[in-house]
């Protein structure tokens, strides 16, 4: 199994203003995935980060709005910029190990 | 590219009786299906899962689901629910042997009423 941790659980932020959510995972893997489940949606895949080299982003999502960092190979950082009200969601961060996918408990955004 | 349908977004049931949650998904390659669960206010969690083998899986929490490659579905029952059984579930796929990202269904949420 792998235990992620991910922090801030929730956040209330103001419009404009950027905000990074931390995932750290209990042992090193070489991918992990950010995605994301706006209020009564399905998660969708923002991007997959490799340790050491850009993040890959799926459709619709941009790197100017999505910088993804990692620096080692059991933390990244995910940033949500630029705030407006429609970036309200649950941010996910999520490992793979033996086929199976494991998830943090997600982080909680909402812009006023 | 692959894509997940899930039939019904709600499904009401009385407790103890039996569910079924239906997922169909769309691929062009052989994959991997998944069926998780998400208590409210709580990350993912897994209930089962089908890599290869026998078609019948069984999971955690009395679950289980039937893959048939020929309807390519994955329907999830139990068959018996309880209370704390509510929740909203998600099938998802991902490629066998490609990328690791997962592809999900909307989601169904499941309310079991006393």
């Known amino acids: 199994s792998a235990v992620i941790s991910q922090k801030p659980s929730r956040d209330i932020c103001q419009r404009g203003t950027s905000l990074t959510i931390q995932c750290q995972v209990d042992s090193q893997v070489t991918m992990m995935f950010w995605y994301r489940q706006q209020p009564g949606q399905s998660l969708t895949l923002i991007a997959t980060a490799n340790q050491g080299s850009e993040a890959t982003y799926e459709s619709g999502f941009v790197i100017d709005k999505f910088p993804i960092s990692r620096p080692n190979l059991t933390f990244s950082t995910l940033t949500v910029s630029n705030m407006s009200p429609e970036d309200s969601s649950i941010y996910l961060c999520?490992?793979?190990?033996?086929?199976?996918?494991?998830f943090g408990q997600g982080t909680r955004l909402t812009v006023v | 590219a692959q894509s997940v349908t899930q039939l019904d977004s709600q499904v009401p049931v009385f407790e103890e009786a039996p569910v079924e949650l239906r997922c169909n998904y769309s691929?062009?390659?052989?994959?991997?299906l998944f069926w998780y669960v998400q208590y409210p206010n709580q990350g993912l969690q897994l209930l089962l899962k089908?890599?290869?083998?026998?078609?019948l899986v069984k999971g955690i929490n009395g679950f289980e689901a039937e893959f048939n490659k020929s309807q390519t579905s994955f329907h999830l029952r139990k068959p018996s629910v309880h209370i704390s059984d509510t929740a909203e579930y998600f099938c998802?796929?991902?490629?066998?042997?490609?990328?690791?990202?997962?592809?999900f269904g909307k989601g169904t949420k499941l309310t079991v009423n006393p």
């Open positions: 691929s062009s390659v052989s994959v991997y």
């Open positions: 089908y890599l290869s083998g026998s078609t």
């Open positions: 999520s490992v793979s190990r033996n086929t199976e996918a494991f």
């Open positions: 998802a796929v991902r490629t066998q042997g490609g990328s690791e990202k997962l592809v």
